[in-house]
């Protein structure tokens, strides 16, 4: 049980909050957070943040931990994450690492060594002004495996990882050996047309009442237009919204559909590593444990 580490992945939608409270229930477990989006603060609904009820008192880690003005690194993710892992097992806990962000999540697997490089403003400015097809085209010429994993559609990290490969002069990440754990990486399956439904379900329960809407007005009071719409998904679509540059219905439309692709996106990176279990319900994935333990 010692440097034991379970990991709880999945798509966007696949019930992994559910799951990991119930199995961190049953193993003496305590969850830190895997989601590059609820890592901000103020940004609960648009990213599915567990609130304290849905807790039930598991102690849950890396929520709201960084300014939504601020850029938050996989570097600085991998540090504060591998310290509250450590910190459970310390107390002779279970750490389950929960989440969809492919690359947070290998960064504390693989022990990825993640270079530290300071913001160049100047290359940034450079860099914001190439389309967000020119600069993932870009970043596959330099470092193909980080484009494999990246979300292409998003600039923020485009412009990140592209800073990254060039004033380091070489691709990322560049060495594995960092911190290892003992790892049990379980993966949810479920169907795309399941997904499709489960994200529909997901996204008109944010939009009861608008609030979803009123959680990115309350946002705006101290972010850009342009610095939400970096977020994604329904953060780029509400505030298109708000602009009037798209209709309500259109928003509701291109959250689904972004939605689903992003689903796609998040199981072809999943699906190349060999080592995730995948189950279909808390039965099989507390099998697994056990036999893990």
Not at 265 to 274: E, S
Request: no cysteine; proline share 3%.
């Amino acid at each position: 049980m010692q440097n034991k580490l379970i990991v709880i992945l999945g798509p966007t939608a696949s019930g992994k909050t559910g799951l990991s409270i119930k199995l961190a229930k049953k193993f003496n477990g305590e969850i830190v957070s895997a989601d590059s989006r609820q890592i901000y603060k103020g940004m609960d609904i648009g990213s599915g943040k567990v609130n304290k009820k849905e807790m039930t008192g598991i102690p849950h880690y890396l929520l709201d931990v960084a300014n939504p003005k601020k850029r938050f690194s996989v570097a600085q993710y991998q540090k504060l994450a591998i310290k509250a892992v450590k910190d459970i097992q310390k107390r002779n806990k279970i750490p389950f690492l929960v989440g969809g962000t492919g690359f947070y999540i290998q960064s504390i697997v693989d022990g990825i060594v993640i270079p530290e490089v300071k913001p160049d403003w100047k290359l940034r400015k450079k860099l914001e002004k190439l389309t967000t097809e020119q600069l993932f085209e870009k970043l596959k010429k330099l470092d193909p495996k980080r484009a494999d994993s990246i979300d292409k559609y998003n600039p923020r990290r485009l412009v990140r990882a592209l800073e990254i490969v060039l004033k380091t002069k070489k691709p990322i990440p560049a060495i594995k050996n960092g911190e290892r754990f003992n790892v049990l990486q379980i993966g949810i399956l479920k169907s795309r047309d399941e997904l499709k439904k489960l994200i529909n379900k997901r996204l008109l329960k944010r939009l009861e009442r608008d609030a979803m809407i009123n959680e990115v007005k309350k946002l705006k009071k101290v972010l850009s237009w342009k610095r939400l719409e970096e977020f994604g998904l329904e953060y780029r679509f509400v505030a298109q919204y708000l602009q009037t540059k798209i209709t309500r219905d259109e928003m509701i439309n291109n959250i689904q559909i972004e939605s689903e692709h992003y689903v796609k996106r998040q199981i072809t990176w999943f699906k190349k590593d060999r080592r995730i279990r995948w189950i279909k319900n808390y039965k099989e994935a507390e099998m697994l444990i056990n036999k893990s333990l």
